[in-house]
């Protein structure tokens, strides 16, 4: 039986710091492990008024979907970003489409930062940097030295700690968006 294609969307990365918070996500779709089938996409987006970001990583189709689902329930519950992921979750968890989707999201308002996934979890970081996707870790732990080791804004630390992903993950590129909430 063939695998049809599938495509993938990399990395993305929230940074909080000094009560300001940033979230950053490279440009690169690729289908497979062979083609890059786009580099300018955009991953990271403002919702709810512009008082929410968020970011997917993971099948573009399924993160399209649960973005999707979570901006309907940021407005079911009049942005309470904490009220919609636990909203989310519970009807990922339970639909059984929605148990099939293979994909990530990354939220943040001015109080939370927070990773949500479809084996139920939503994770708050103890120490404001979080990332998702396949160049996560790589940008994760430039973050957290930067974090430690500068006096960086979090979009500056956010824009560099996807700057080294992308030297490092293939299925990562350079093309950064980087959404601010506080500033």
Request: aromatic content about 6%; glycine content about 10%.
């Amino acid at each position: 039986m063939a695998e049809h294609a599938q495509f993938e969307a990399t990395t993305i990365i929230g940074v909080t710091k000094d009560g300001k918070t940033a979230v950053a996500g490279d440009g690169q779709v690729t289908m497979g492990n062979t083609m890059i089938m786009k580099n300018g996409a955009r991953k990271v987006r403002r919702l709810y008024n512009g008082k929410v970001v968020a970011g997917f990583a993971g099948a573009v189709a399924d993160a399209f979907t649960l973005f999707d689902k979570f901006e309907g329930k940021l407005n079911e519950y009049r942005g309470n970003l904490m009220r919609a992921s636990v909203e989310l979750v519970k009807e990922w968890r339970t639909d059984k489409i929605l148990q099939k989707l293979e994909a990530m999201l990354l939220v943040a308002n001015e109080e939370n930062l927070l990773i949500i996934s479809g084996s139920g979890e939503i994770i708050e970081p103890d120490d404001g940097v979080v990332a998702i996707g396949s160049g996560g870790p790589y940008a994760l732990a430039a973050a957290k030295a930067l974090m430690r080791h500068s006096e960086l804004s979090a979009a500056e630390i956010a824009e560099e700690a996807m700057k080294i992903a992308s030297g490092i993950c293939v299925f990562t590129n350079d093309h950064i968006i980087v959404e601010r909430i506080g500033e």
